[in-house]
T-cell receptor, first 116, second 109 residues
């Protein structure tokens, strides 16, 4: 079965611009989480959505936002990009949040965002 | 504050040379301890979940164990294809994952 699909794979943006990243979870998975991965900070939790509702949010500024659609697909948006936003953005899905504690999350390959 | 610490940062092994990776955690409300493998340019791949102290799980050359304060990932007789970054993560009461910085393992033939 198809895995977690993230688009685009690579993105180059200019400081001050905004960007939207997309994530299609595994069919049937209703929980989607987003993580930022950088060499200095490692993997950091951004937010989690379940059935179109944001359940959790990490310690990121309000420039980072997300949403989930009725088909469980999710998008995250970063406005007013800064150089420090350059990172690999990873999306992970699971059937439900509690199922994830049993079977783990399935991650996509990520979107590599470079801000210049 | 919830904290997950992995050591060492990097590990260089000869093929067949067994070793262990450490993940120590200080968290409140631990639901489970996860191990993931990440290859360059890819997302983390799920390996194991451990729930209670004393639990052990195995998969091929990998064996994960859990105590009340730390987890170990043992690599027995590694092969070059075991080269990757190994991440541990604590699943907290609100189900989000708190990741360690990872251990990059390089296995030379």
């Amino acid at each position: 079965k198809a895995g977690v699909t993230q688009t685009p794979r690579y993105l180059i943006k200019t400081r001050g611009q905004q960007v939207t990243l997309s994530c299609s979870p595994i069919s049937g998975h209703r929980s989607v989480s987003w993580y930022q991965q950088t060499p200095g900070q490692g993997l950091q939790f951004l937010f989690e959505y379940f059935s179109e509702t944001q359940r959790n949010k990490g310690n990121f500024p309000g420039r980072f936002s997300g949403r989930q659609f009725s088909n469980s697909r999710s998008e995250m948006n970063v406005s007013t990009l800064e150089l420090g936003d350059s990172a690999l953005y990873l999306c992970a899905s699971s059937l439900t949040p509690s199922q994830a504690s049993l079977y783990g999350y399935t991650f996509g390959s990520g979107t590599r965002l470079t801000v210049v | 504050e919830d904290q997950v610490t992995q050591s060492p940062e990097a590990l260089r092994l000869q093929e067949g040379e067994s070793s262990s990776l450490n993940c120590s955690y200080t968290v409140s409300g631990l639901r489970g301890l996860f191990w993931y493998r990440q290859d360059p340019g890819k997302g983390p791949e799920f390996l194991f979940t451990l729930y209670s102290a004393g639990e052990e799980k195995e998969k091929e050359r990998l064996k994960a164990t859990l105590t009340k304060k730390e987890s170990f990932l043992h690599i027995t007789a590694p092969k070059p294809e075991d080269s990757a970054t190994y991440l541990c993560a604590a699943s907290l009461n609100d189900y989000k994952l708190s990741f360690g910085a990872g251990t990059t393992v390089t296995v030379r033939a």
